[in-house]
């Protein structure tokens, strides 16, 4: 009985840590980091202020949007990067969409100054997005 209840226990926790090796795989293998830091902004803003948009204004719909603009590319929602688009990533599977949406929306609590967004900008609009 105890057996089985670490084995299962091991199995979750192992799992789990699968998911997050296997997301920053494809993140890494998919050039993501060319663009995105963690908690920094480079020519996109950081996962971390990604996770903190979403779950502000997608709601139950964050994981479901952040798959979506993965597999179709953005522009426009963050206003701040116009001049740059995210591209399209048309090839990974809804399963690994589903496990890099879900690396992402964890990074929340990682967001430091406002996710890298200049503090000018904040004044206004972007404000709500990033505090
Ligand atoms: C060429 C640069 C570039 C690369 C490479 C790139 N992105 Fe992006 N990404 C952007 C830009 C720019 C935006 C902001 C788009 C906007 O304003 O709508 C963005 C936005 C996003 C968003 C937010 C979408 C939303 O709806 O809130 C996610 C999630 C994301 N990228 C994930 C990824 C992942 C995962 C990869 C790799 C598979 C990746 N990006 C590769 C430039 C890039």
Request: glycine residues 8%; proline residues 3%.
């Amino acid at each position: 009985m105890l057996t089985s209840k670490i084995v299962l226990i091991g199995f979750l926790f192992g799992s789990l840590l699968l998911a997050s090796q296997d997301a920053q795989t494809i993140i890494k293998d998919n050039g993501c980091f060319a663009c995105h830091g963690i908690k920094t902004k480079k020519r996109a803003p950081s996962f971390a202020a990604i996770a903190n948009r979403n779950k502000r204004f997608e709601g139950e719909n964050a994981q479901a949007n952040i798959m979506n603009s993965i597999q179709n590319g953005s522009h426009g929602k963050y206003p701040h990067f116009s001049d740059n688009a995210m591209p399209f990533y048309d090839k990974l599977s809804q399963e690994e969409l589903r496990i890099v949406a879900d690396y992402i929306l964890a990074q929340s609590s990682k967001m430091q100054n406002g996710g890298g967004i200049p503090k000018s900008f904040r004044m206004n609009t972007m404000q709500k997005d990033f505090e």
